[in-house]
């Protein structure tokens, strides 16, 4: 179970009841805060910078299960395959789907993304044009923040491959390898390949790298 | 523990209401609602907790003074340095219990006897026994359990001398973000947000493009679009040990959904009976009881199918 531990509080209850050696920080934190939770736990720090961006915390996100009826917490999905559904209008829009609710459409030559609610486009009082409510539709990636993270103290990059090809696993992970190789000995890294990679080809530093992202 | 008693309770006010309409509605609550248990507290934003600060000691005195049990609720997502002072500080009040709400707040607490609010991940009996064995005495279940899963827990926290609570009433808590959603619909961030969540006193209703209601921001939190409406269900809650029964507030007259949840645990209220009452409230969305029946959280099952357990 993700336990949600975004305090150094939180991370050394865990340390201490159940000496956790490592945790994996939720992707909601500055780069600056991490620094600071690193001087504050007795544990590794690893880290999310490629995939998903996660807009909710997590081990604490039902929405899957609220649309689908099946639960990220109990049954490990995020927006299943089997309840995305890919419809084209007459105008050759196409409407993207999760259960009975329409997450976003896109206009002919738009390309789009994989439907998960959380980068879904609503309206509210306050936006009555469609929106993004909660984030576009973009992937995380930090490769640029790559020589802070690793200053701020940071063991272990965990990059997102579940529901993911063999392939993309390969490119980007060997692209991560040879970056941090580079920046140990000082070279110069060049990861503008995973760009082609990313959702819908954008991509965002999302929480990490300043608090106005909130 | 099926015959029991049975307590209501209300949880933490999840919303930004104006001070004055905080402490008048608590006022109301302690003076005239059938309650066991109040909870409060800020549990959204760390932002919000100084805008009912002054009013807070008034409001735990007339509860008390009514004779219901107050619990401190604790912040739901903590990081900043405000967040974690926040939680600190409620979890350092000593005269009535204190709810976790993360586990910032159980390193504080452990030791000491202390309540598990919903927001906590509580999915298994492995999990129960140790929150138990670190002085939880009450565990509030996540919202998306189903109820052959609270029986399974029900059983486990009844060797553990643990009382288990689920709500019944009122949007549900699905996801929680550093982001705030609010901000994010003004144009603004968390640190420049001007409080925009005051004018939305039952949260920020998104729908879909096809103008369907579907979820309801509230700062960083996100809930429900559909009120969960578990009167069909509690016979066969209390039959599987339920001990306390959480209603969330709304603006809508708390009171009155207090007596109707009330009169249904005192069997004295058919549930059918009690459901049609509620569906003439002047709410402003549908009721939910999807996730109690192992369905998707927004949807309904009439009584034929609640009673099917």
């Given amino acids: ?53 996660g807009m909710m915390a997590e081990g604490r996100c039902s929405l899957t299960n609220y649309a689908t009826g099946v639960s990220t917490n109990m049954d490990g999905v995020c927006s299943p395959a089997a309840a995305v559904r890919y419809d084209e209008e007459a105008d050759g829009a196409l409407t993207t789907r999760l259960g009975s609710f329409v997450i976003d459409r896109y206009g002919c030559g738009e390309s789009g993304g994989y439907p998960t609610i959380c980068k879904g486009r609503y309206s509210c009082a306050a ?45 980007v992970v060997a692209a991560f390898r040879r970056a941090v190789d580079d920046i140990m000995a000082g070279r110069q890294a060049s990861l503008t390949d995973l760009i082609a990679l990313t959702e819908g080809h954008k991509e965002t530093q999302g929480a990490f790298q300043s608090k106005s992202w909130r | 523990m099926g015959g029991a008693r049975t307590e209501l309770t ?29 909870y409060l507290g800020e549990t959204i934003c760390s932002k919000r907790a100084p805008l009912f600060r002054d009013h807070y000691a008034a409001v735990t005195e007339r509860l008390h003074g009514a004779g219901k049990t107050v619990v401190h609720s604790t912040l739901g997502e903590t990081a900043s340095r405000v967040d974690r002072r926040l939680v600190s500080d409620v979890c350092g009040m000593t005269d009535d219990l204190v709810e976790a709400n993360d586990s910032s707040a159980t390193f504080h607490l452990r030791g000491r006897p202390h309540c598990i609010g919903p927001l906590m991940n509580v999915y298994n009996e492995e999990t129960l026994r140790v929150l138990a064995s670190k002085g939880a005495q009450n565990i509030c279940l996540p919202i998306e ?64 493009l096809e103008q369907k209601p579907f979820l309801v921001a509230n700062g960083v939190q996100t809930l429900s679009f559909e009120y969960l409406n578990l009167a069909q269900e509690i016979p066969a809650l209390k039959a599987a040990g339920v001990s306390r029964y959480r209603l969330s507030p709304h603006s809508c007259d708390m009171v009155q959904v207090a007596t109707i949840f009330r009169g249904v645990l005192d069997g004295v209220l058919p549930p059918d009976e009690a459901l049609a009452s509620l569906q003439e409230m002047p709410l402003d969305a549908p009721f939910s009881n999807g996730f109690h029946h192992g369905q998707p959280g927004y949807g309904w099952m009439a009584q034929a199918g609640a009673v099917s357990h």
């Fill in chain 1, 1 to 53: 179970m993700q336990a949600g531990a975004s305090s150094p509080e939180a991370i050394r209850f865990y340390c201490e009841e159940f000496e956790v050696r490592r945790v994996v920080l939720p992707r909601i934190l500055t780069v600056a805060e991490i620094a600071d939770i690193h001087r504050q736990i007795p544990c590794e720090i690893e880290a999310f910078v490629f995939g998903n961006i």
């Fill in chain 2, 10 to 38: 209300l949880g933490p006010n999840l919303f930004n209401w104006a001070p004055e309409t905080w402490r008048d509605f608590y006022f109301r609550i302690a003076d005239e609602a059938p309650l066991a248990v109040v």
């Fill in chain 1, 127 to 171: 936006q009555p044009e469609p929106y993004y409510a909660f984030e576009e539709p973009r992937s995380l990636n930090l490769s640029a923040l790559l020589p802070d993270l690793m200053r701020a103290g940071v063991t272990a990059l965990k990059i997102e491959g579940r529901q993911r090809s063999r392939a993309y696993v390969k490119s």
């Fill in chain 2, 145 to 208: 359990l189903p109820f052959t899963s609270i029986g399974v827990l029900c059983a486990a926290a009844r060797t553990e001398n643990v009382t288990i609570e689920v709500q019944v009433f009122g949007r549900q808590s699905l996801a929680l973000s550093a982001r705030c959603y609010h901000a994010r619909a003004h144009g603004r961030t968390k640190d420049t947000c001007l409080f925009v969540c005051e004018n939305d006193p039952d949260g920020l209703v998104l729908s879909t």
